[in-house]
């Protein structure tokens, strides 16, 4: 009997055949999951980002009343403290402070810092955003 007339495949060469599709799959299976991930870690952080601007600009369109009576010269003011966002996973925390604190050459009440940070859940953990930036009192 001459075995290199007989055509098909042996039993070994499907296994290796089957053992190489298997890995392939498995490592384009991990590469899109590894994608995906990262993709939503993206959106949701540059979503948490844009919900920052957004606080940021709001309290320099309101920064008039941070710096009239008591506001004037609070050293500490809370403008939200972890509050949801408009039926949204993301949270925002806003904090006005004296930049007289931080700067000892700084005039009191003329110069506040605005501090606000942005939170969501993503994959069990609690990541956020935190932006600032300075708002001072008009002449």
């Known amino acids: 009997m001459n075995f290199k007339s007989q055509k098909g495949f042996t039993g070994a060469d499907v296994t290796v055949a089957v053992l ?29 980002s844009n919900y920052a601007i957004e606080t940021i600009e709001q309290i320099k369109s309101e920064s008039e009343k941070y710096f009239t009576g008591d506001n004037e010269t609070n050293e500490e003011i809370t403008v939200y403290n972890n509050e949801q966002i408009d039926n949204t996973p993301y949270s925002r925390t806003a904090i006005i402070e004296d930049y007289k604190k931080s700067n000892q050459e700084a005039k009191a009440g003329v110069v506040k810092e605005v501090r606000v940070r942005v939170s969501y859940k993503i994959k069990n953990k609690v990541e956020s955003v935190e932006l600032s930036t300075v708002i001072h009192k008009e002449d």
């Open 20 to 48: 190489i599709v298997t890995i392939f799959a498995g490592i384009i299976a991990s590469l899109y999951g590894n994608y995906s991930t990262t993709s939503k870690q993206i959106e949701r952080k540059s979503e948490a």
